[in-house]
Antibody, heavy 116, light 107 residues
């Protein structure tokens, strides 16, 4: 069955960087786009970024554009989210999901806390 | 594109019908998905293409609408349906956006 597993979360100071990873299994990874969605504590879902099946197309929410970079390695079935210049408002659980337009299968998420 | 869901909270009794609304600030055609999220869990895809149920989703869940007005209907609420529901547009190209959610609670 499809599995999406996020890792790399933790506590980081404002202005620092963190790299999240999403490991996928159970499907033909190189045929699917992958997107990241985050959820601040007690809040709703916020779409963050997406990467196409071959990595040629990448898009970002305005709130993270210029600070976050999405990438993928189809040989390892992983998608990474490099997060730079982190702010307190980036504190959230970050989920990756299989799919380009909508998330068909989701991971449980990894918590990122930006705090001094 | 801004997605607005209403109501913010809906109180319904088991066995009753629930109707949740989602409005887009501009037309998204039928490029609309619905998700269910229970506390401490990842979101679960219910509906895509505005009206197509995802794999394994019970027939009591149905979606309708196009353009700017969408509806998720749960025909006869079961105890496991009490959760937060989100709509998400995926029109043409990213960035995509979610609505703020509707909490379906036990009356």
């Amino acid at each position: 069955q499809v599995q999406m597993v996020e890792s790399g979360g933790g506590v980081v100071q404002p202005g620092r960087s963190l790299r999240l990873s999403c490991a996928a299994s159970g499907f033909s990874f190189s045929s699917y786009g992958i997107y990241w969605v985050r959820q601040a504590p007690g809040k709703g879902l916020e779409w963050v970024a997406v990467i196409s099946y071959d990595g040629s197309d990448k898009y970002y929410a305005d709130s993270v554009k210029g600070r976050f970079t999405i990438s993928r390695d189809n040989s390892k079935n992983t998608v990474d989210l490099q997060m730079n210049s982190l702010r307190a408002e980036d504190t959230a659980v970050y989920h990756c999901a299989k799919g380009y337009s909508y998330g068909e299968d989701w991971g449980q998420g990894t918590l990122v806390t930006v705090s001094s | 594109i801004v997605m607005t869901q209403s109501p913010a909270t809906l109180s319904v009794s088991p066995g009753e019908r629930a109707t949740l609304s989602c409005r887009a600030s501009q037309s998204v055609s039928s490029n609309l998905a619905w998700f269910q999220q229970k506390p401490g869990q990842a979101p679960r895809l219910l509906i895509y293409g505005a009206s197509t149920r995802a794999t394994g989703i019970p027939a009591r869940f149905s979606g309708s609408g196009s353009g700017t007005e969408f509806t998720l209907t749960i025909s006869s609420l079961q105890s496991e349906d009490f959760a937060v529901y989100y709509c998400q547009q995926y029109n043409i190209r990213p960035p995509y956006t979610f609505g703020q959610g509707t909490k379906l609670e036990f009356k």
